[in-house]
């Protein structure tokens, strides 16, 4: 009989309930007998983590630091602790594990932790004796021994590190949807299934907001060669795979059509004529951890305009640089709210001319108006207002051949 | 200005909501700018703990191991999290600190572990760098690097060890009562303050059923002396002194009246001759864990009869052990539910002869029936009928002195 290594990272809301913690132990208890030694990463019962954010904001929003990676981390270990428990009710001998234990070495950047290395020797050593390692996702410990977390979504990563760790050829990641869709279908009903995704459109998708996978979690499947198997906990059978693009026979142009609901446009005018404004500006946002999406400048008679986007998450921190930046340069600040970003993602835009024609043409049709424009190799994006969002959705997937038959 | 280093432990009430985290953070900031050093422990917030046990029983409730001690262990952490960050807030810098952290060496008897040893070179480091250490309660660590529990209140031991480990001369307790009181007041409403009690006379009063401070925490006082403050959380005064007999000048009688509310006795009888019976009894008794409280036994003309006491919460493991037990030795088991123990504790009993004479006048007077009594060098306890259980608690507590003028 095969004894395949499986590396299975469960989400929040696959162990968000005591029943659906039997049901997933029962799904390993099977996947042991059928011949499979899983490692088990885990994330915290869905809500926890947001219960354990609204916690530390209201002690101070703006505090980041190892204090709040430890409060945050603790939602997985509960997770741990059940799901354990869970297995060894059924007989299967498991280790519970947090990442000092496993040795899941990272950086110190607080609450957006990269991992930097993963002792195996424990891994292994469990593995060998038939042990069940029962992995706290999210979280790591740093050189002086603080705990720090990965970021939202940073189970998928844990996953990913440990089967690139022990040289697993795959990954498999259960969660509440079955697969990757070609949109949203809350937002886009005609929104189909995708059997197979390359890495680089995952990792497109994930930075333009799609929730389904943490995309550093991508980065190390593409860099490390990890098929990522994104499937249902709920349903047995296949969803998507994420691989290698050579191992795509059949490229669509387009892929998905993308969105991130809510965005905040900053504009800023007139910038100070030093070319040192820009570089203050984006050093002091980067500081802070901002990241900033969408950049545009442009030049008026009155003087220099700026826009940038940057998420929900990192507004405020955005506002309280600009803050406290602006004063001394006596320019005007615009914040648009109610505008969201939509996207359309595809490897085949590299062969196929006339993508973003064929997508600014569709927004015109429907009347919608541009704020802002980026585009890559592979995908283009635009900020739109938030009331558009559902129709461009619409109207992009149906342009680009994507709704279901 | 002195700058002196202080263990300060905060309980689950005191940290039982972000106001009172507030409060606690205010507190200790002053406590700082009045010159002290506090090294911060603290327990889960109230209910905290209760949640997560109710979820591990959920899923197995005869689990014991390494994987629920990582399950409960995580409230505490929580509560790191929030009062490391509001001490920040408030220009402190803090060291939020779990068990692995600080290297808190126990055994693996989990969910009762015991500490073995503390590395105190990390604590050292942070109080000569001024950086407030805020340490899990609760937790520690054992030689496979498991997360293992030191048992319900055993946050106040985790205190009191580092205390011990630095070689403080006190720890405070901080907790929602605002000292030890002679009885109960709900019980007995002219109960008062203690202001000194002997590290004896506390480790009796814990045993018998006081529930404010966990026992090993007083042992362990006991042996390095470190004097114990308990006080309150909400007040700004002092509580009760928990110090070395030698350092109480005047000593009462009796400190204190305490009390179990419920405790169960069997009665067992005919005790079967051959003498091999009652090491049988009690060994598979203390096998299960079952902690046998009062032992009487008694020769009457039809035979020998034998009483004990257990309480509450060992009451159902001991039923078990009987009824797997008994069936051989066909003797009869009556059970008496619905009774309490009542107790006089203090060190003055010791050069005070005649207290046992007067603890059961009071109660004959009062027409209270003793069920089973027990004494030691510094108490008297009596098993009596729950119904009595005020007026015996309140005529001793007057007859002993102790009613607040």
């Not at 590396?7 to 659906?20: M, N």
């Not at 498999?172 to 809350?186: L, N």
């Not at 921190?317 to 969201?340: C, F, I, N, W």
Request: proline fraction near 4%; include cysteine.
């Amino acid at each position: 009989m095969e004894r395949r290594v499986v590396v299975k990272k469960y989400g929040g809301t696959s162990v968000g309930s005591i029943e659906r913690i039997e049901a997933v132990a029962e799904r390993l208890f099977n996947d042991c007998k059928a011949g499979q030694i899983p490692i088990v990463v885990v994330s915290a019962m869905s809500g926890e983590t947001n219960r354990l954010i609204a916690l530390a904001q209201q002690v101070d929003p703006l505090y980041r630091g190892p204090a709040y990676d430890l409060l945050i981390a603790s939602g997985e270990q509960v997770s741990v602790g059940l799901v354990s428990m869970a297995l060894e009710k059924r007989g299967i001998k498991t280790q519970p594990l947090l990442a000092f234990q496993l040795g899941i070495e990272t950086d110190s950047v607080y609450s957006k932790a990269r991992i930097k290395n993963i002792r195996t020797k424990e891994l292994q050593r469990l593995i060998d004796q038939g042990i069940v390692p029962i992995v706290a996702g999210f979280q790591g410990v740093d050189e002086f021994s603080n705990v720090t977390t990965l970021g939202r979504g940073g189970s998928d990563t844990t996953a990913l590190a440990l089967a690139a760790a022990i040289h697993a050829s795959e990954c498999e990641i259960y969660t509440d949807v079955p697969a990757v869709f070609s949109a949203d279908p809350r937002l886009v009903p005609k929104a189909r299934e995708i059997q197979k995704l390359s890495f680089d459109e995952m990792m497109e998708m994930a930075s333009l907001g799609s929730k389904v996978l943490h995309i550093r979690s991508v980065e190390m499947g593409a860099k490390y060669n990890v098929r990522i198997h994104l499937r249902s906990t709920f349903e047995i059978r296949e969803g998507t795979w994420i691989i290698p693009e050579g191992e795509i026979m059949e490229q669509a142009v387009v892929s998905s059509v993308t969105h991130d609901p809510v965005t905040y446009v900053f504009k800023l005018f007139p910038i100070p004529p030093e070319t040192s404004f820009l570089s203050r500006l984006f050093t002091q946002l980067a500081d802070k951890g901002v990241v900033v999406d969408i950049i545009t400048q442009s030049q008026s008679e009155a003087g220099q305009r700026l826009a940038f986007s940057v998420t929900q998450e990192d507004y405020p921190l955005a506002e309280s640089v600009l803050q406290a930046l602006l004063p001394k340069d006596k320019l005007t600040k615009e914040v648009m709210s109610k505008v969201s970003k939509i996207s359309v993602v595809g490897v085949g835009m590299r062969n196929h001319p006339g993508v973003a024609a064929r997508f600014f043409s569709v927004l015109a049709e429907n009347n919608i108006q541009v704020h802002l424009v980026t585009t890559s190799e592979i995908k283009i994006s635009a900020v739109i207002d938030e009331a558009n969002l559902t129709i461009a959705a619409q109207a992009l997937h149906q342009a680009f051949d994507l709704d279901r038959n």
